[in-house]
């Protein structure tokens, strides 16, 4: 379908950024005449130079999130067109001569004194400012010199060619062969290889699971290298920085406990029994007499009869959100009805989901819409992200209105979970039943399970660098299988194949990131069970936390919302609700 078939109510209102092309190109002509903050460098420390530095900076900011995510979603719309393209490297060359211009801000600020920032955050003209100086205040000790920032930024351009070499050689030089699917004969790709394990045929799944692995094997000393490289580079930052380990950097950057990692693996590590029996479970169900990897996301349940039109889907989410209030529903409604909302796949449309949103403005969503339960779930998910940004811009100013990525997943993730109770409580059908418990196991298993698998291999690759031990394609492979029997059981075979799984997750290039699925999952699993427990005071709570944006810790903010994750119990009962719900199947299943 051509983008100019789709009828105008489901197409984005873009219109709401800009009324045209010529409107944005004005825009970031003026945008380029602000770049002059280097003109304050050296006054920071008078307070009335130092707030008309916040307030320009502010201004300017505003107006590139505006210039960008006009430039983004115009490129989104159709990628084949060579002028928005154009727009979205003139943004990368507008944020680079920004952030050179500022490079003097926080050296600057992080040589103030601990009085002179402290008087600051208690003076109410910087308010929107206090937890920001908070956190300069705390990361003082870990600032270092102009002279040494200097060689650390150089050293950041080389630095970076880890990660921009594994996706190199992750998108374009991987030896990925042919493989016949649905009749043709096509190359086989990541998003390919993801459809065919989810597919019945397991033939079919067996040859791309040996094919897709052949591939990163034959590549496994460079991809090792890569990695290697890529998990120094993390040795020397911390180091440089003054932080005692990799994860102990990773968590002072985000502003979070070390008490909620600890949590994750230790909570995780005791409900391995469950795991280990949904394992076992699922191959009593295929009946098959091994169970390999490439039989993990075989459908156990047969396909569902629930295919929606868009707009029916949509009535149906904000229905099954009820328990979120009147409010929350008007504006689930708001944006469907004023076009928040690009929903149809047309040619050269970027594939996928996602949502953004523009200060001043409301939010908007890309979709792919087609008639699948999961695209049900999918319109859920984006709108959640979409309400906690309207909630978080509503309510705090802008230098505190962007949360953090520590609680980027909980608001999408809340939507997904009320809506799979309601479906749940609302079918009549056994076999949807069966279906949805199948896919709610199925989520936490790859989102809670994998993810805290995947973090307890990283920290322990980050620890034998930190104690001088190299990393080796060997002894790499062993720890992960290692961990693979530990969290899986001996109910799935356990091949070289998949103990070479670490080399190709492009997570592990951004270090100390997966764990914060796994915590999303949880505090969302709460906060639902809150909110469908409890009623109207625990929604109060989970609409502080949504207000909160960045105006406190991330950790902190979970705890408006009743969840606290320095405390064992938030894990504890998402780990029962998956001992629950896998009870629940299996007494459907009539095992």
């Excluded at 802008?398 to 479906?423: C, G, H, P, Q, W």
């Amino acid at each position: 379908m051509q983008r100019s078939e789709v009828k105008e109510q489901y197409k984005w209102a873009i219109e709401d950024v800009y009324a045209s092309d010529e409107a944005w190109e004005s825009d970031y002509d003026r945008a380029l005449s602000m770049i002059n903050f280097s003109k304050y460098a050296g006054t920071l420390g008078d307070k009335s130079k130092l707030f008309e530095y916040l307030k320009a900076s502010e201004d300017f900011m505003k107006l590139v999130e505006k210039l960008a995510v006009y430039a983004y979603m115009k490129h989104d719309e159709d990628a084949r067109i060579a002028k928005y393209t154009s727009y979205n490297s003139k943004i990368g060359m507008l944020f680079s001569k920004y952030a050179e211009d500022v490079a003097f801000y926080e050296p600057e600020m992080a040589s103030m004194s601990e009085e002179y920032l402290k008087s600051l955050i208690a003076d109410e003209k910087f308010s929107d400012y206090d937890y920001q100086f908070g956190q300069l205040l705390k990361r003082k000790e870990h600032v270092l010199g102009e002279g040494e920032e200097k060689l650390i930024a150089l050293a950041g351009e080389t630095f970076s060619t880890f990660k921009e070499t594994f996706g190199m050689i992750d998108n374009a030089d991987l030896p990925l062969p042919e493989i016949e699917f649905e009749g043709q004969k096509v190359k086989l790709s990541h998003g390919l290889y993801g459809l065919i394990m989810r597919c019945p045929d397991r033939q079919k799944r067996k040859e791309a699971y040996e094919k897709y692995y052949a591939a990163y094997n034959s590549l496994l000393n460079t991809l090792t290298s890569t990695y290697y490289g890529n998990v120094k580079k993390d040795v020397f930052y911390s180091k440089a920085y003054k932080f005692n380990s990799c994860l102990e950097r990773a968590l002072f950057e985000e502003d979070v406990d070390r008490a909620v990692y600890d949590n994750l693996l230790s909570s995780v590590a005791k409900s391995f029994p469950a795991m280990h029996r949904y394992i076992s479970d699922r191959k009593r169900i295929l009946g098959y007499d091994k169970l390999y990897f490439y039989d993990i996301y075989a459908p156990l349940v047969g396909d569902v009869d629930f295919k929606m039109s868009y707009d029916d889907a949509y009535d149906y989410v904000i229905k099954g959100l009820a328990p979120l209030g009147k409010e929350y529903q008007a504006l689930l409604k708001k944006g469907h009805d004023e076009r928040w909302i690009d929903v149809e796949e047309t040619e050269g449309k970027r594939s996928g989901a996602y949502s953004t949103g523009i200060t001043g403005i409301h939010p908007f969503v890309l979709l792919n819409y087609q008639p699948t339960l999961n695209e049900v779930f999918t319109i859920a998910h984006e709108m959640g992200h979409s309400l906690h940004t309207y909630f978080s811009s509503l309510n705090q100013p802008y230098a505190k209105s962007d949360y953090r990525i520590f609680v980027a997943e909980v608001a999408s993730t809340v939507n997904e979970v009320l809506l799979l109770k309601f479906m749940l409580k609302e079918a009549k059908d056994e076999n949807l039943k069966k279906y949805l418990l199948n896919y709610y196991l199925d989520t936490i298993r790859a989102t809670m399970h994998r993810q805290t698998l995947f973090a307890e291999f990283e920290f322990k690759a980050h620890d034998m660098v930190e104690n001088g031990e190299p990393l080796t394609k060997e002894n790499l492979c062993s720890l992960y299988a290692e961990l693979g029997k530990k969290y899986y059981g001996e109910d799935i075979e356990h091949d070289y194949n998949i103990s070479c799984e670490w080399c190709r997750i492009p997570h592990f290039y951004t270090a100390f990131y997966v764990y914060k699925y796994s915590t999303g999952i949880i505090t969302a699993m709460n906060i639902a069970n809150r909110i469908l427990t409890i009623g109207e005071s625990a929604v109060k709570d989970y609409f502080k936390f949504l207000s909160g944006g960045s105006s406190t810790d991330p950790v902190s903010l979970l705890k408006y919302a009743g969840v606290d994750l320095t405390l064992p119990q938030p894990f504890e009962f998402a780990m029962k609700e998956f001992d629950d719900t896998l009870r629940e199947f299996e007494k459907l299943m009539g095992l």
